[in-house]
């Protein structure tokens, strides 16, 4: 049977960026939810300090909850070596915070989308640097998690593994123990792809889901494609919604990760209209799961 975390997709900037909210409140607000864990963010501002890494780890865990999964953005389609060398020390560094908060699950992702890169290159570039953090992820227990994504709230470019094709030939080329597919059904979507077909395709290296569901405010998605490019974080025309509102089919979704034995994390990344709202995508999520996992 899945267990449910929470992402606090709604006080990114509050945690990240200018500090007014401390994770202590999202850890008090996290506990009215009802869910099994919290996926922590690796560039949450009070996460600096290693001493706290226990710290909070005995928080959360004092509240009935775990923290599973690790949420990082290593860029490794950069072309200087010197660069990608920093991006493997930084996931190392992620993977230690990881092992550090109990987790098993950290992210990894390909890169940005640069203009001059070709596909082979980014492929590569991307599999030979995931490759150099799996031994040490291995060693501490963690599954490095690759995630089909769109954008971190911090990259001037997209994902460059972001079409399904491109993130297919990535996941083929990384054959590893400690390495799966972290599935987000709205990511697919916003590429332009089928997010059933991208799931038929990888779910037996599916170890880990962010549920979500998107919308976009204005526009199309060619409009989309216009603004994600050059300018920093999500399009303004973007939005995070409640889960089972959206787009997504969670039936037919759910349908295929019973098919294929998963029995992961499902993360929820939502709540950017209130805690309410990501109250309702729990019990979403919870009456799906009783529904497809008897």
């Known amino acids: 049977m899945p267990k449910i975390a929470a992402f606090p997709k709604a006080y990114m900037n509050a945690l990240c960026k200018d500090g007014s909210m401390k994770l202590d409140e999202w850890f008090s607000l996290a506990a009215t939810l009802g869910v099994d864990g919290l996926e922590f963010y690796a560039g949450f501002l009070e996460m600096e300090d290693a001493a706290n890494w226990g710290v909070f780890r005995r928080k959360v865990e004092g509240l009935g909850m775990t923290i599973p999964m690790l949420c990082c953005s290593p860029d490794f389609t950069h072309p200087e070596p010197s660069f990608r ?26 890169g940005q989308k640069r203009p001059e890169l070709s596909l082979v290159e980014g492929v590569k570039l991307a599999a030979d640097s995931i490759y150099a953090c799996l031994p040490y992820a291995g060693e501490r227990g963690v599954t490095l998690i690759l995630e089909n994504h769109y954008k971190d709230d911090f990259w001037d470019y997209p994902e460059f593994a972001q079409k399904m094709d491109v993130f297919c030939d990535l996941v083929a080329a990384i054959t590893h123990p400690n390495f799966g597919v972290n599935y987000d059904p709205s990511n697919a979507y916003l590429a332009g792809d089928d997010p059933l077909e991208l799931l038929r395709r990888v779910s037996h290296r599916v170890v880990t889901m ?35 509102k959206g787009l997504n089919d969670y039936d037919a979704i759910f349908g295929e990760l019973t098919r294929v034995g998963f029995d992961g994390w499902i993360s929820i990344e ?25």
């Not at 709540?271 to 008897?294: C, N, T, Y």
């Open 270 to 294: 939502d709540g950017v209209d209130g805690i309410e709202q990501l109250q309702r995508s729990v019990q979403f999520l919870k009456r799906k799961i009783a529904e497809h996992w008897r």
């Open 85 to 110: 060398e920093r991006e493997i020390a930084k996931q190392k560094h992620w993977i230690d915070m990881t092992y550090a908060l109990g987790g098993s699950y950290c992210r990894v992702l390909s």
């Open 210 to 244: 962010h549920a979500s569901d998107r919308y976009l405010i204005s526009g199309t998605l060619e409009d989309l494609r216009q603004e994600e490019s050059g300018s920093k974080g999500y399009a303004s025309r973007l939005r995070h919604g409640e889960i089972g």
